[in-house]
């Protein structure tokens, strides 16, 4: 049997019933509760019990067991409040764990500026290289190019290289952040309310090998795998990662040439709803859905540079009028120029070099996105059942919507009001996030 263990404490006031045993074990300070010995740290010093009202960072490392620091949603009386717990599962024998509380560093009003996630990117970033051959050194890069007209065009700022240190706690699960980018802000009733600088942030394991259309077109907001991802109002069978359901039973997974059975079970592993903690955090954006072409000597072509793919991504080609130009979501998928942006400029993979060129042994080696075969959330403009999407040996082309089963990350947009807590942004340290 999976036995787990429960010690939970109320958000902002610190509570924790139940520890009544005081034990002392090795010269340290433990508290008992079901046969597990807690032993917990403030900022180094034991202590016997949690610390008062605060924010802090927590680390938990157990013997005999796993254990993990989470927030969970509480309904009682039909009032909803957030309650994080100490998980003790997969018990093997007699276990122990450790709590170690660290003071977070509070927003200072008075600079809270500089706190907000999206300024401590920015504040960090290198300016690219106008010939984008070559760059400073440094993971974050402000990206812009001159386009036909002689504008100067604003890509965002950008995370670049092999492996730069852009991981962050989300969901409780590792994401790694995109950028932050100029992001059009949608209400509820569909009206955009603004433009500002928002975190994008990318799933690091995908969710499954899923169709991007089981109906064989390739019109994001009608396909399958955005009812997978995000809720349709009127239609309960839509979310199921938005909402942590089983989506192996919507109606909208399916794998290779949809007769493959694909794993959309999300229960647990979603996003727990708008309304969770994590679900919060995130915004409803416009995300557009210019098509580009399969064909080698279209404008638009496949075989372009990341900042052709940049403006068509923008822009209004479609395969007929029954493809949406721009959708308002939640949730979607990363853009091709994301990907190309994602290699650090170099002689080898200047700017100017085409997305279909980053094979494996050249660019797509030097990309942190680059994850094999995976859908990007572009359509085709000159193919009803074209979707666009990165090749396993990099490069990027059409696939035909409904036969091919690629990996799906989920791309989220964090509201502006997400602030870093903690960490380095490494793997082993990713930053911790508060809203």
Known sequence: MNKKIFLSILIAILILSGLLIAVDKNSKKYVMQDGVMVAMTLNGDAITKLPDEGKYTVE?????????????????????????????????????????????????????????????????????????TGQAEGDIVHETFEDASGTMVDTGYRYEGKNPDNYVWFNNELWRIIGVFDTEIVDEDGNVTGTEKLTKIIR????????????????????????????????????????????????????????????????????????????????????????????????????????????????????????????????????????GYSVKASAKCNRSKSLHSYGSKYCASESWLYNGNEWLITPTSDEKSGAMGVYNDGWLLSRTSGTFAYAVRPVVYLNSKVYKISGTGKAVDPYTIGV
């Open 204 to 339: 690091e394991e995908p969710i499954g090998l899923i169709n991007w259309d089981k109906s064989l077109k390739n019109n994001w907001p009608g396909s399958s795998l955005y009812k997978l991802l995000n809720s349709i109002d009127g239609d309960t069978n839509s979310g199921a990662y938005l909402n942590s359901q089983d989506g192996n039973v919507s109606g909208y997974c399916f794998g290779y040439n949809t007769i493959v059975k694909a794993n959309c079970d999300y229960t647990g592993k979603g996003l727990d709803g708008l309304t969770s903690y994590y679900g919060s955090m995130i915004e409803n954006v416009k995300w557009y859905l210019g098509g580009i072409s399969s064909s080698t000597d279209a404008e638009n072509s496949y075989r372009s540079p990341a900042s052709t793919w940049y403006t068509y991504e923008r822009g209004n080609l479609v395969y007929d009028e029954t493809s949406a130009t721009e959708v308002d979501a939640y949730i979607g998928l990363m853009y091709g120029s994301d990907y």
């Open 60 to 132: 938990v490392t157990c013997e005999n067991a796993k254990g993990k620091w989470t927030l969970v949603e509480v309904e009682e009386n039909n009032v909803i409040t957030y309650e994080w717990k100490l998980i003790v599962e997969d018990i093997k024998d007699e276990v122990s764990c450790n709590l170690d509380f660290a003071t977070a560093n509070l927003i200072d009003e008075a600079n809270k500026k500089s706190d907000y996630l999206k300024h401590y990117i920015i504040d960090r970033a290198v300016e690219g290289t106008s010939d984008g």
